[in-house]
């Protein structure tokens, strides 16, 4: 057997999967060298060339929380206060518990100014809402619990009792 007809397949091999690692290892490294250039240009207030870099890392399918919290920083610096939002919100997605974006998301929703005046509410809704307002929520709810029992121990009774007295209560069916 020969010495070169297994080493050039095992070669050859190599080669592939050398190649087939190289491209992503390239992307993962293009898209981090954009983030950290997107990053520099935003410190240094040019917010159009930062939101290229972060855009183009979006384009390459690379997002991650950090990458949306930057967009949504961008954005808001630029004015947008819409997309802001939406990538914070995008960024707790990813990361929930990241407090940066928590602040950030309810300081731009803060400068937002919504001019819808609400329309009164049906007078039935209003009325009871008045009225479930004047007792404090820890009482009303077991007073309602109560009164949902109660009724439906009677609705119960109804229907399994055929006494006179229950009739009479309840009248004939």
């Known amino acids: 057997m020969k010495r070169g007809g297994v080493i050039k397949p095992a070669l050859g091999a190599v080669l592939v ?31 159009e060339g930062a939101l290229e870099r972060y855009l183009a890392i979006l384009d390459g399918d690379r997002a991650n929380g950090a990458l949306y919290y930057n967009l949504g920083n961008t954005y808001f610096k630029l ?6 939002i939406l990538h914070y919100e995008r960024a707790l997605r990813l990361e929930p518990r990241d407090a940066d974006t928590k602040a950030n998301l309810a300081l731009a929703r803060t400068l937002i100014a919504d001019d819808v005046t609400p ?3 049906f007078w039935v809704l209003r009325f009871v809402a008045w009225w479930t307002q004047l007792i404090p929520r820890g ?16 609705v119960v009774a109804r229907v ?7 009739e009479r209560w309840g009248g004939r069916c």
């Open 17 to 47: 999967v050398t190649v087939g690692c190289a491209a992503p290892l390239a992307a993962q490294l293009d898209a981090r060298s954009l983030f950290e250039e997107g990053n520099r240009l935003y410190r240094e207030s040019d917010y």
């Open 119 to 121: 329309l009164p509410g």
């Open 79 to 84: 004015g947008d206060l819409g997309r802001a």
């Open 160 to 166: 399994l009792t055929r006494r006179p007295g229950v």
């Open 139 to 154: 009482a009303l709810l077991p007073a309602v619990a109560v009164s949902y029992l109660g009724l439906i121990s009677a």
